[in-house]
């Protein structure tokens, strides 16, 4: 049975840094999926943040380019968000997606970002 644990979130000052992590076990080949980083702030849709194609091609909300990047571990089988310069605007709570006909997602781990 397929499952994502994220860890990483938090509280960081605005200006500051995170890196999530999206650790998935079961549902097959992990490398062979495209991965994407969503968040939903209170009051507002899930929006994509980020994607990652099974041959690393990467992609990005304009609202977080220059700033975020996701990469992957294949051998770990592990989506990374690395978030720099963060605004109070980004927090939220993100969720990592395995995308394509199976798709799933992560419970979600909360991002906090003070002015």
């Known amino acids: 049975q397929v499952r994502f644990v994220e860890s990483g979130g938090g509280l960081v000052q605005a200006g500051g840094s995170l890196r999530l992590s999206c650790a998935a076990s079961g549902g097959g080949t992990f490398s062979v999926y495209n991965m994407a980083w969503y968040r939903q702030a209170p009051g507002n849709q899930r929006e994509p943040v980020a994607v990652?194609?099974?041959?690393?091609?990467?992609n990005y909300a304009e609202s977080v380019k220059g700033r975020f990047t996701i990469s992957r571990d294949n051998a770990k089988n592990i989506v990374y968000l690395q978030m720099n310069s963060l605004k109070p605007e980004d927090t939220a709570v993100y969720f990592c997606?395995?995308?394509?006909?199976?798709?799933?997602w992560g419970q979600g781990t909360q991002v906090t970002v003070s002015s």
């Open positions: 990652i194609t099974s041959n690393g091609t990467t």
């Open positions: 997606k395995r995308l394509g006909p199976y798709p799933y």
